[in-house]
């Protein structure tokens, strides 16, 4: 009798002791897969850099002057119309898969056109992952669609991108949009 008390006793042990292992596992599995979820999610809320102007060069591509006159035909054109226009260089779209879900994410995020209007325009450019993206507020694809961006792109802005004219690309690329949105 005494050898069965002792053995149910050792059962028991092992059997809380199980269980408490069980349960810091799976505790442990849980705890881990909700840091998880929050990580992907603080990093997607995080992704973007605070906006500093019309042009946002974090890539450090132009010169002070290429930027000076960037911001100033993009400022005269939003004094003149309302419409926005930002410029953003990038090193990274990370999270991201893919840079037309970048930018358009981007332009919600800065807010980029008017409240009321959706009259925004956001060029995002990559020189290290060799990437290009337009994307417009709905009021403003009204006018600049989807066809008139990537042409614009496709013969104006990528034939100087790839003769090393990033500067000149950009701002054909712009001067070409504002002439068709005005």
Request: hydrophobic share 35%; charged share 25%.
């Amino acid at each position: 009798m005494h050898k069965h008390v002792v053995h149910n006793t050792k059962m028991k042990k092992i059997f809380i002791i199980s269980t408490l292992i069980l349960s810091l596992v799976s505790f442990n599995c849980s705890a881990q897969k909700n840091e998880t979820k929050t990580t992907i999610s603080e990093i997607k809320k995080g992704t973007f850099p605070k906006p500093i102007g019309y042009v946002n060069d974090f890539e450090r591509i132009f010169t002070t002057e290429q930027k000076d006159k960037l911001e100033n035909t993009i400022s005269n054109f939003e004094n003149l119309t309302t419409n926005e226009i930002v410029i953003v260089t990038i090193e990274s779209i990370y999270p991201y898969k893919n840079i037309k879900d970048y930018s358009t994410d981007l332009a919600n995020n800065w807010g980029v056109g008017k409240k009321g209007k959706d009259n925004g325009l956001v060029i995002v450019f990559s020189k290290r992952l060799r990437l290009i993206q337009i994307s417009t507020g709905n009021s403003t694809e009204k006018i600049l669609t989807d066809e008139i961006c990537k042409s614009v792109l496709d013969q104006k802005i990528i034939p100087e991108l790839k003769n090393g004219n990033i500067y000149g690309g950009i701002e054909i690329g712009l001067a070409e949009l504002i002439a068709k949105w005005k």
